[in-house]
């Protein structure tokens, strides 16, 4: 089993930035790509980015691409989103997850592909 814990979630306004880390613990050698997931209030779960856990290969969704920045540290099991630019439609629970699979930006968007996820964290973006 892997566990993921998000943290960095608050409250800013318009313009600002924030940092979301997610921290993996348990069977991590399992994981091949994390993967960072929004859901907005009445909305359905949409994919945000994701990152191969070796590698440089990144995804992101079109709404947050110059904006928003995935990476990781293998060293501390951790993944992180640097998000820029925030807008009031950013506002959402923002979840990670992992997953033992990697493959093209298609699928790396589906919920579908990651075995494991995070409790996630709010992120209010005020205008």
């Known amino acids: 089993q892997v566990q993921l814990v998000e943290s960095g979630g608050g409250l800013v306004q318009a313009g600002g930035s924030l940092r979301l880390s997610c921290a993996a613990s348990g069977s991590t050698s399992s994981t091949s790509a994390m993967g960072w997931f929004r859901q907005a209030p009445g909305k359905e779960r949409e994919f945000v980015a994701a990152i191969r856990w070796s590698g440089a290969t990144t995804y992101y969704a079109d709404s947050v691409k110059g904006r928003f920045t995935i990476s990781r540290d293998n060293a501390k099991n951790t993944v992180y989103l640097q998000m820029n630019s925030l807008k009031p439609e950013d506002t959402a629970v923002y979840y990670c997850?992992?997953?033992?699979?990697?493959?093209?930006?298609?699928?790396?968007?589906?919920?579908?592909?990651?075995?494991?996820w995070g409790q996630g964290t709010q992120v209010t973006v005020s205008s």
């Open positions: 997850a992992a997953t033992r699979l990697f493959g093209t930006a298609q699928r790396m968007g589906v919920m579908g592909l990651y075995d494991h």
